[in-house]
């Protein structure tokens, strides 16, 4: 055992990555004394996280495999600036195993795990041959790639329909298949391998049985690297739509002390077996037995993360960058404590009125929810245009309450309170889901959105009959908007506009 | 003055008449008086007290949508699109130009860039066959023809950032 002298404290640490997640690790940088180095595309000049940033340098055009995705340029602006560590974020260049290794060569800490836990671990073929190693329950089938399509005949044979491809490297729902009888296998086959070659630059596709309605739940795991390891409760992301989480909370409904101890050892045994360190996040399937199956390992900060600190009380931006400089933790398993519940939901760029298509553009309007148990982690600003490369999440609403019951609730609220103008946005679709009696009964698994989302089940937005009366307020509002703009022409009185002597009087715009 | 607003799919009109002070109004909306006090809180913002009920409205952009599309409100939640009367008839004749003689126009559903176009200038389509692909933030698009037809043009270039709205080709 050492007894080491103090750790020595980063002084700069670069952010590789954009939007909400580059801000939350900025302020936890900020509140350690750390300076942070921002880096940033052609597209991302005016976004808050280079606004933010102590320091920021250009990669280049907008396109990710120009810019956020090239590792080299991003190692070269650390060794530039001096900075001692590289903060991945999520996405991007995360869960890179070679990007890892070239900031150990370079001498540069990379927060996360080292090179070779990620790729044991963030392979889910090699997490799948690790979890059976430690004697982990997971989803039948392979535990390699497929070799061919013949072999994956075969194997869906085995274990029988419906099974799902996935894409090794795989994650965010891309690469991904379910097939429900052999007729579909060859084309599913073919499109997850080339969809798994472009968003990931691997091929390699494996095969699993589809578990039927399971809830998505998941083990938040923190390992320092002195061989201690903690896990800080489960999150469940049942709420999903085409494989991406919507909504994600923290505890699960359905999880109690004695299953939650089980996958919680369960993921610890996971991870110490192949030396991981820092965060991570083990996925499981539950079924509705409340069975759980492994099924992969998140070698990274999650963007769901923040319902995981409230309930535990803990900073994991802080505690990653503890372990990253060599501490141990300063908890105990007993140490850790689940108090309320916290929900969180993705504000996303896109019109849930209109087959969800993406929404990229200015944002003419913004007004944003505070008050007690409201955090809102976002990237935008009122003026900011949301660029078309990336992906469409602008920020994340979480309420955090002592019961589920009033954690929904106050997301309600929040939600009244939250404006966004000028693209589409998914906030009416979270209204719409926090009001339905099965999401408030905790009646959720994987298929739940697509349910509420089928056809046969009318909006309760769409269609709204109530009486004229109701909106009132907003026709007299749009009728005092127009009188403004249009009021040279057409106010009678003398005033060019009475609307605009009211401003004026006010002292708020001229 | 007075307005007509169409609004969640009805047409009200109003009158609003400065009142004794520049923020009350004496409102008349379809027949019925109402006193309004409002008070601009900034740009956009506008905070209304209607018989002791207090109201937030707030207006989606400052300048008009360049798309030509409605302007709209934030209320209780909503967004509710809405059009004054004389805008309506304009609209009303630029969404019929274009649409004559069985010309379809094939247009961008969403801002993004055009990554693959699928049919060439002169070849015929099907009804519902692919046509251009367009991506915004990690999603494809394919835009279908709305008939079966001839390629009449082919705007759409790969690579070119698009607008919502724009015409991507023409279908005979």
């Not at chain 1, 700069?12 to 350690?32: M, P, T, V």
């Not at chain 1, 505690?319 to 689940?338: T, V």
């Not at chain 1, 309320?340 to 993406?358: L, M, T, V």
């Amino acid at each position: 055992m050492r007894s080491n002298p103090p750790s020595p404290a980063f002084r700069k640490i670069l952010i590789a990555n954009r939007g909400e997640i580059a801000l939350r690790i900025q302020r936890a940088c900020r509140e350690l004394g750390i300076v942070t180095v921002a880096v940033y595309s052609d597209a991302d000049r005016a976004a808050l996280h280079v606004l933010q940033s102590e320091e920021a340098y250009l990669l280049g055009p907008a396109p990710a495999a120009e810019s956020y995705l090239r590792g080299d340029l991003i190692l070269e602006i650390a060794r530039r600036t001096s900075a001692d560590a590289i903060h991945p974020g999520y996405g991007f260049l995360s869960e890179n195993a070679e990007f890892a290794e070239a900031c150990e060569f370079a001498g540069i800490k990379f927060i996360g795990p080292r090179a070779s836990a990620m790729r044991a671990l963030g392979s889910k073929t090699r997490a799948r041959q690790a979890a059976d190693a430690v004697g982990m329950p997971r989803t039948p089938g392979s535990t390699r790639a497929l070799a061919s399509l013949a072999e994956a005949y075969a194997v869906a044979d085995e274990i029988r329909y419906p099974v799902m491809l996935k894409a090794a490297a795989g994650g965010g729902g891309k690469g991904m298949r379910a097939v429900t009888c052999c007729e579909d296998l060859k084309a599913a086959f073919e499109a997850a391998q080339s969809e798994a070659q472009r968003a990931f630059g691997s091929d390699e596709v494996y095969l699993e049985k589809l578990i039927e309605s399971p809830r998505h739940i998941e083990i938040q795991v923190l390992a320092d690297e002195h061989g201690n390891c903690l896990y800080l409760g489960e999150r469940e992301c049942s709420v999903q739509r085409r494989h991406q989480k919507v909504i994600e909370e923290a505890p699960s409904a359905v999880v109690d002390s004695a299953l939650r101890q089980r996958m919680g050892e369960a993921a610890v045994r996971l991870v110490q077996s192949q030396g991981y360190t820092n965060a991570g996040t083990v996925e499981f399937l539950l079924d509705d037995q409340k069975n759980f199956y492994f099924l992969e390992m998140n070698t990274r900060l999650q963007v769901e993360h923040p319902v995981t600190e409230l309930v535990t009380g803990l900073d994991l931006v802080h505690l990653q960058i503890h372990i990253a400089l060599g501490e141990p933790l300063s908890l105990a398993q007993d140490d850790i404590h689940l108090r309320g519940h916290a929900i969180e939901c993705r504000i996303y760029a896109e019109d849930p009125a209109n087959g969800f298509i993406p929404s990229p553009g200015r944002i003419t309007r913004l007004l944003q929810p505070g008050g007690p148990g409201i955090r809102e982690d976002s990237g935008i600003y009122e003026g900011w245009v949301v660029p078309m490369d990336y992906d469409p999440m602008l920020s994340k609403l979480i309420a955090y309450a002592p019961t589920r019951e009033l954690a929904i609730a106050r997301l309600l609220r929040a939600l009244d309170e939250y404006v966004i103008g000028g693209i589409r946005t998914n906030l009416s679709f979270f209204r719409r889901i926090l009001s339905d009696d099965a999401f408030s009964a905790a009646r959720i698994d994987t298929g739940y959105l697509d349910r509420l989302l089928a056809p046969s089940q009318s909006s309760p937005d769409s269609g709204e009959s109530d009486d004229a009366s109701s909106e009132t307020a907003a026709v007299i509002g749009a009728a005092l908007f127009e009188s403004s703009r249009t009021a040279p022409a057409t106010v009678t009185q003398p005033r060019a506009s009475a609307w605009k002597s009211v401003a004026r009087r006010e002292g708020l715009r001229e | 003055m007075k307005l007509e607003i169409e609004i969640q799919g009805r047409l009200r009109t109003i009158e609003l008449e400065q009142g004794a002070a520049p923020s009350q109004y004496r409102v008349n909306l379809d027949g019925q008086p109402l006193e309004v006090e409002a008070r601009l809180l900034r740009p956009g913002v506008l905070s209304l007290l209607i018989a002791g009920r207090s109201h937030r409205v707030v207006l989606e952009g400052d300048v008009l949508p360049g798309d030509g599309s409605d302007p709209a409100i934030f209320w209780e939640g909503k967004r509710l699109p809405y059009r004054l009367e004389d805008q309506r008839s304009l609209k009303t004749r630029r969404a019929h130009t274009g649409g004559a003689d069985g010309l379809k126009v094939i247009k961008a559903s969403m801002p993004g860039r055009v990554v693959r176009i699928l049919v060439g200038p002169g070849e015929t389509v099907k009804a519902n066959q692919g046509v251009v692909v367009i991506e915004a933030m990690k999603m494809q698009n394919e835009l279908k023809s709305p008939k079966a037809g001839t390629v009449l043009e082919m705007r759409a270039i790969p690579g070119d950032t698009v607008t919502a709205g724009d015409v991507l080709a023409v279908i005979n």
